[in-house]
């Protein structure tokens, strides 16, 4: 499934880039992926996604909502 549309980086590409890049952040997922955030929409989704890959590990579970459901909320960037 997508996560930001504005470049089509993929749920798996988040993760792509938390395992390979030690991606932390949705700034971290665009700078590995060679592109800049656009419109912003994706933020919330890339660090449920991040959030899960870090929690998870390698997993390909896609119950991003069940790994985040009690996590604090986390101020914009």
């Given at each position: 499934?997508?996560?930001?549309?504005?470049?089509?980086?993929?749920?798996?590409?988040?993760?792509?880039?938390?395992e390979?890049?030690?991606?932390?952040?949705?700034?971290?997922?665009?700078?590995?992926?060679?592109?800049?955030?656009?419109?912003?929409?994706?933020?919330?989704?890339?660090?449920?996604?991040?959030?899960?890959?870090?929690?998870?590990?390698?997993?390909?579970?896609?119950?991003?909502?069940?790994?985040?459901?009690?996590?604090?909320?986390?101020?914009a960037?």
């Amino acid at each position: 499934m997508y996560v930001c549309i504005c470049n089509a980086i993929k749920e798996r590409d988040v993760r792509r880039a938390a395992e390979e890049g030690g991606a932390t952040r949705p700034a971290d997922v665009f700078r590995f992926h060679g592109c800049a955030p656009q419109c912003g929409k994706c933020a919330c989704h890339m660090r449920a996604e991040l959030l899960q890959a870090k929690t998870c590990g390698n997993c390909d579970c896609d119950d991003a909502a069940a790994v985040t459901a009690n996590a604090a909320p986390i101020a914009a960037e």
